[in-house]
């Protein structure tokens, strides 16, 4: 999505792009999840920032051959954003396998140690990289993300930090409300990688990765990291995966790295679709946006959009969600996650008072904290509708644009879609399109795929513009965050 930005322009003048694949990219189903990849903020760990070009290539390329491609496609919105931090690209060397020549942005900053910090003041001053990707999350909700780095080969999970205490060592473990789902998480991703899961070092002497997996803490606590901004502020499930030894290898060896890469690639983003999601209504079934929401046990809230839906990631159990929202009474309900498919549960709350317009509703209730630390959080998921597909970079962004400038109006989605969905029916027929998608996928990457990989991507912008002319149905989206 074409997006403004207060802040002044990149140092150098460079863009962030993302790109959104999804059946249909001009709209928001709703329910629909986003699920997104950043690559590449730091500059010089090239390799993600390949893949993801690679990514893209493949899931458009595969979407009438292989079954579980077409059901991702069909079933969620994938961003993808292969560099975060272009500027330290452009800096960086090929072939340098470590040190930090382009790790940091054109000003010299850490961009994985620029956000807000949950347990630590982060005094480090705002970069736009970090502000483009931070009015990101907030215009759209996602739901799980990878943030890939190189360097070393492990997926580490939240938390990055710790609070002070005296009590324990350096590099302990620190564990989020949901450690269980992120040790699930992180484990699919190395599981699926030819080797992460092995756990051989990347270096003599350097400790291995039981099951090429790790609590973020305990590797080396850090602050004002991604992932643990997109947990705590954003509601999103993002988990780090340092996917090659080698920073920035030479191209030659971009195609082992996909085939490295490919399957944890690919089964992480069908992740998004475990655990449950639903709506949040009042009695008249009229959506409650920013209701604050709880998993029983699990002290960490996120919220509903603005259409009142929901998501969360949990593994198969029993559990209680716990809903509060400005004007409503507490309103909780039980439900089982299986392993089979995600569970649909709607939340239903009612008035302790009249509200006579819904639109401002919203949640300023005593779980709020997370608020406190100077941020914003606006959940919700910008209105996508209106647009003709379109396979021309500028005609996308002109697009893109009067969305913006109808953001109040409805998401595209009719009152009786909405209704179907409150009653159970636009359910179903969602479940249909899943049941018998489910099955594993073991296509080759093509030709066009793998020649991609070799071009490192110095343009890839223009790639991009490229692939989507060469294809006639146009299920990828072109956003700049413009800076
Ligand atoms: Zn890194």
């Known amino acids: 999505m074409y997006k403004k930005c207060d802040n002044p322009s990149l140092f150098t003048g460079r863009e962030l792009w993302v790109m959104v694949v999804s059946r249909y990219p001009n709209e928001e189903p709703l329910l629909k999840p986003n699920v997104k990849y950043v690559a590449n903020m730091h500059g010089n760990e090239a390799v993600g920032r390949e893949l993801m070009l690679h990514l893209i290539t493949y899931l458009i390329n595969n979407y009438y051959t292989d079954n579980y491609v077409r059901w991702l496609i069909d079933t969620t919105r994938i961003h993808i954003m292969p560099s975060m931090n272009p500027d330290g690209f452009e800096s960086a060397i090929e072939g340098q396998c470590s040190g930090g020549q382009g790790r ?30 931070k009015d990101w999350l907030e215009s759209t909700q996602f739901v799980l993300s990878g943030n890939i780095h190189g360097g070393a080969l492990v997926a580490s999970y ?59 803490a305990a590797w080396y606590p850090l602050t004002g990291g991604m992932q643990d901004y997109n947990y705590v502020y954003g509601g999103t499930m993002e988990v780090t995966f340092e996917i090659s030894c080698c920073k920035f290898p030479e191209r030659t060896e971009l195609p082992r790295y996909w085939q490295e890469n490919r399957k944890g690639l690919l089964h992480f983003l069908g992740e998004v679709h475990k655990g449950v999601k639903g709506f949040v209504k009042d009695s008249s079934n009229n959506p409650i946006l920013k209701a604050a929401l709880k998993i029983r046990g699990r002290d960490m809230t996120f919220y509903s959009t603005k259409r009142g839906e929901y998501w969360r990631i949990l593994l198969p159990g029993s559990y209680i969600i716990e809903a509060r929202a400005d004007g409503y009474k507490p309103a909780e309900e039980e439900f089982i996650v299986t392993s089979q498919e995600v569970t649909y549960q709607n939340i239903t709350m009612y008035p302790t008072r009249v509200v006579s317009d819904q639109s401002h509703v919203s949640s300023e209730g005593p779980w709020e904290k997370h608020l406190d630390i100077g941020l914003e959080i606006v959940p919700t998921a910008g209105p996508m509708a209106n647009g003709e597909g379109s396979t021309s970079v500028t005609q996308l962004l002109s697009t893109h644009e009067k ?10 989605i009719s009152e009786s879609e909405f209704d179907d969905y409150f009653s159970g029916m636009g359910i179903a027929k969602e479940q249909e399109k899943i049941d018998g998608n489910l099955t594993d996928y073991d296509i080759p990457p093509t030709a066009d795929a793998v020649s991609a990989a070799g071009s490192l ?13 060469a294809i006639l149905i146009a299920f990828a989206l072109v956003w700049r965050l413009r800076l």
């Open 457 to 469: 991507g110095r343009s890839f912008c223009f790639h991009y513009g490229c692939y989507n002319c």
């Open 403 to 412: 969305f913006d400038e109808s953001n109040d109006k409805s998401s595209g």
């Open 158 to 216: 939240p938390y990055d930090n710790e609070a002070n205490n005296m009590l324990t060592t350096f590099s302990s473990p620190s564990l989020t409300p949901d450690d269980d789902v992120f040790r699930y998480l992180a484990s699919v991703f190395s599981f699926n990688h030819e080797n992460m899961h092995l756990g051989i070092p990347c270096r003599d002497g350097t400790p291995g990765f039981a099951n090429g997996t790790t609590n973020g």
């Open 104 to 133: 940091y942005n054109a000003r010299g900053f850490d961009l994985n140690r620029n956000f807000p910090d949950f347990f630590k003041t982060n005094n480090k001053q705002q970069q736009p990289e970090t502000k483009a990707v």
